[in-house]
């Protein structure tokens, strides 16, 4: 079954720190006036986790998976989430990937 945003919304998630989400367009969706853009990477900041990443738009499949080992590794090595987020765009951006392959990825939160 699909993950989808009313599920993600529904669910009590104490504990979880942060979520990062590989598939393409998860940090996209429908836009209403008064709340905004909804999207699954809201749906779980909305369900308390401090900090989401997810995509805006496409991602090439290597570069994802690149960008989400990179992410990791800095995550492991104490960074912040927002430097480590840095750290991934930065190596896809300096291996030539286009910047629609790292421009993608966004955090929401309190990333640091």
Do not use: N
Request: proline letters at 6%; glycine letters at 10%.
């Amino acid at each position: 079954p699909r993950l989808s945003r009313a599920h993600v919304a529904g669910a009590a998630l104490p504990g979880m720190r942060l979520v990062y989400l590989s598939p393409c367009e998860t940090d996209r969706g429908p836009i209403l006036k008064s709340e905004g853009s909804i999207t699954l990477a809201r749906s779980f900041f909305a369900a308390g986790v401090p900090v989401v990443v997810g995509t805006l738009w496409p991602i090439d499949d290597t570069a994802a998976r690149l960008a989400a080992r990179t992410f990791h590794q800095h995550l492991l090595r104490g960074d912040t989430p927002a430097e480590s987020l840095r750290q991934a765009q930065l190596l896809l951006a300096s291996q030539g990937w286009k910047f629609r392959d790292w421009a993608t990825l966004r955090l929401i939160g309190a990333g640091g």
